[in-house]
């Protein structure tokens, strides 16, 4: 609730309606087709008793915890209320457009093939904010508690994002055109709540009822500019960049795209892109003469 930017940005009203911005992510997350276990974490601070007070009358689990390491207050309310989860995505207050189907194909993902964790084979900074919800493999989310430090404290999944080559992750390829458009979908400044509360307003005057779908609000903001335009000069705070931990890096020979790091080791992997298998090593092997080679 003390958000610098936008104060009270948590429970911020943009719908006709009236409902709060924590009750509509609430409402989006329940639509999740995949049962999670939904908590709402928050700080000890007084100022957010309110924010407990909407998870209870909306039936959710509230977990309070550090007002500065919300990787910590992240981590609590797994252990309180889903100590057992072997997968955790991370929800944000900030994202009132957020595409809880695009959620639970990332989900999908991670179970099928076992990864700790996605990318994508494009920039991240073309996806819009409405389709970047993280999830994470438990072991992937337990590394990231036990090895974050400074700001990624503050970023729960940073230190994911900025070691991605420790990690065993899978490469999605480019959701459809409508979550690569350039509108910001963000709630962080008034200029974001004025052009929510403008969307709102024009999805309920074509007939539109609760529950404004996230491919519908991209369409509408794609044509209807001067809604867009509303917060469209705000500079993007922060932004989730994939780096590679330092090392030898590889790439595959097939595509060249690259594919991690090595950090020690040799290993065989098959290319995430286009499946080529490769063996890397950690130096290059000793030569070894024909004599040699004959002799063994």
Not at 224 to 232: M, Y
Request: glycine content about 6%; charged content about 20%.
């Amino acid at each position: 609730m003390s958000s610098g930017r936008l104060p009270g940005k948590a429970l911020a009203v943009y719908c006709p309606d009236g409902v709060d911005n924590l009750t509509q992510i609430i409402n989006r997350w329940q639509s999740s087709e995949r049962t999670p276990i939904l908590v709402v974490s928050t700080t000890t601070h007084v100022v957010d008793d309110a924010i407990e007070q909407t998870a209870e009358r909306a039936g959710i689990l509230c977990y309070r915890g550090h007002p500065a390491n919300v990787a910590e207050q992240m981590n609590g309310a797994l252990m309180a209320y889903a100590p057992d989860a072997q997968h955790v995505a991370r929800a944000l207050a900030d994202n009132p457009l957020v595409d809880v189907a695009l959620a639970d194909w990332r989900y999908d993902v991670l179970v099928e093939t076992g990864a700790e964790g996605v990318a994508y084979t494009i920039d991240h900074g073309r996806i819009t904010y409405a389709g970047t919800t993280d999830i994470w493999s438990r072991s992937a989310w337990d590394k990231i508690i036990s090895l974050s430090s400074g700001s990624q404290l503050e970023h729960p999944g940073a230190h994911y994002w900025d070691n991605l080559g420790a990690y065993n992750f899978v490469y999605l390829q480019p959701p459809r055109r409508e979550y690569l458009a350039p509108v910001r979908t963000e709630l962080d400044t008034p200029q974001d709540l004025e052009m929510l509360k403008a969307l709102w307003y024009e999805y309920v005057l074509r007939g539109g009822a609760r529950g404004l779908e996230t491919l519908t609000a991209l369409r509408m903001l794609e044509n209807l500019p001067a809604i867009a335009a509303l917060n469209a000069a705000i500079p993007v705070k922060t932004q989730t960049q994939a780096r590679f931990a330092k090392g030898l890096p590889f790439l595959c020979r097939a595509c060249q795209r690259r594919a991690g790091t090595i950090l020690s080791g040799d290993l065989i992997v098959s290319c995430p892109n286009c499946g080529s298998k490769q063996k890397y090593y950690s130096r290059p092997p000793a030569r070894v003469s024909k004599l040699a080679r004959d002799y063994r």
